[in-house]
C-alpha cells in the first residue's frame, strides 16, 4: 500500500469508471486495475463491485474512503504548511516580559509584518508566569519559538542577545522621607524596607549587584515575582523600591526618584535555543529584531 494507491482508490470511487479514472490519473487501465487489486489484497476486502460498465463502493469501500479521504486531507494540509514554511511563511510563538508587551515587542512585530505585506505569517502570543525562568523552560520544551526576557546564567542551550534598555529607579510612597528627592545615591536608601522581587525574578540578581555596589543591603519588608505587583506595594505604603521605570508608575500614588549613583540600566533579550533547526520565518524575524534593535 503505497499514497498513490490511496489516490488512486478515492478517484475511482467519485469516478465510478475505470477508464476515466485512468485518464484523469494519466496512468493505463491495467495500471490502474492492478493498483486496486494490490490495495484490496493487502486490506483482505473487496473495495468495488461491478454495475454495469462502471464500478460502484461496497460498504467496506464506502467506509474506507471516508477514512482515506481525512487522512489525505490532513497529509496535504501538512505539506502545504511546511512548504509555505520553507518560503518564509508560518507560525512564530513569542513569549515575552509584561513590560515588553505594551511597546517594544508589539513595535517589532508590526513592522516586521508590515516590511512583508505579501507573506502569511501568524505571531502567537503566549501569556507566562512573567518569570523569565519559567519562559526559558517553555524555550526548551519547545513551547516558545522566541523569549524577550532577562538573561539567565548558567543556561548554555540557550542564546541571550539584548534587544532593549529600561532604566532602573527608585520609588518610594507620597510622605516618605525621600519624597522630594529627583535624584539620589541609592545608599541613602538602605536605612528604609524595601519590597524586593523574589529570587525566582530575572531582576533580582541585578538589583542585588546594585546594593552590593553600594556596599549593604536593606531590610526586606515583602518581596514579590512581578514588577507590577512591587509597584503596588510601595504605592500602599508598605515599603520602597528599584524597579524598572514603567509607564504604570505614573498613574500610582508615588514618587520616582532617579538613581544617580551607582549607574545600572536594566538590559531585556532576545532568547533562543542555540544549534537547533528554526524555520525561515524565525529566522527572518530573529534578523529583524537584531537590525532594530535599540543596542
Known amino acids: 500500500m503505497n499514497l498513490y494507491h490511496l489516490r488512486y482508490f478515492v478517484t475511482l470511487a467519485h469516478l465510478e469508471h475505470y477508464t476515466k479514472a485512468a485518464e484523469i490519473l494519466s496512468i493505463t487501465q491495467p495500471s490502474l486495475s492492478h493498483a486496486i487489486s494490490s490495495l484490496e489484497s493487502e486490506l483482505g476486502v473487496k473495495l468495488f463491485e461491478k454495475d454495469g460498465r462502471n464500478v460502484v463502493l461496497t460498504k467496506c469501500g464506502q467506509a474506507f474512503l471516508v477514512d482515506v479521504e481525512q487522512a489525505l486531507d490532513m497529509l496535504d494540509s501538512s505539506i502545504n504548511k511546511l512548504q509555505m514554511t520553507g518560503f518564509g511563511e508560518g507560525r512564530i510563538d513569542i513569549v515575552q516580559l509584561r513590560t515588553l508587551s505594551s511597546a517594544v515587542v508589539p513595535n517589532f512585530v508590526k513592522v516586521f509584518l508590515d516590511s512583508t505585506p505579501n ?13 523569565t525562568s519559567d519562559m526559558i523552560q517553555g524555550l526548551k520544551e519547545r513551547k516558545y519559538d522566541i523569549a524577550f526576557c532577562s538573561k539567565m546564567d548558567n543556561e548554555p542551550l540557550v542564546e541571550f542577545v539584548p534587544v532593549a534598555k529600561q532604566e532602573l529607579v527608585l520609588i518610594v510612597p507620597k510622605g516618605h522621607p525621600l519624597d522630594g528627592k529627583t535624584s539620589i545615591n541609592l545608599k541613602e536608601s538602605l536605612t528604609y524596607p524595601h519590597i524586593v522581587f ?7 540578581h541585578v538589583i542585588d549587584k546594585l546594593f552590593e555596589n553600594c556596599g549593604g543591603y536593606p531590610q526586606i519588608a515583602y518581596s514579590m515575582e512581578e514588577d507590577q ?11 520602597i523600591a528599584v524597579v524598572p521605570r514603567m509607564p504604570i508608575l505614573s498613574s500610582l500614588p508615588v514618587s520616582i526618584i532617579e538613581i544617580a549613583t551607582p549607574s545600572w540600566e536594566r538590559l531585556f533579550y532576545m532568547a533562543t535555543l542555540k544549534n537547533v533547526y528554526q524555520a525561515p520565518v524565525i529566522t527572518n ?3 529583524y529584531v537584531l537590525e532594530h534593535a535599540e543596542i
Not at 523574589?198 to 533580582?204: F, H, P, V, Y
Open 198 to 204: 523574589s529570587k525566582r525574578s530575572g531582576l533580582r
Open 229 to 239: 505587583g512591587v509597584a503596588g506595594l510601595v504605592s500602599a505604603g508598605f515599603g
Open 285 to 287: 524575524f530573529k534578523n
Open 119 to 131: 507573506k502569511k505569517i501568524d505571531f502567537h502570543f503566549h501569556s507566562s508566569t512573567g518569570l
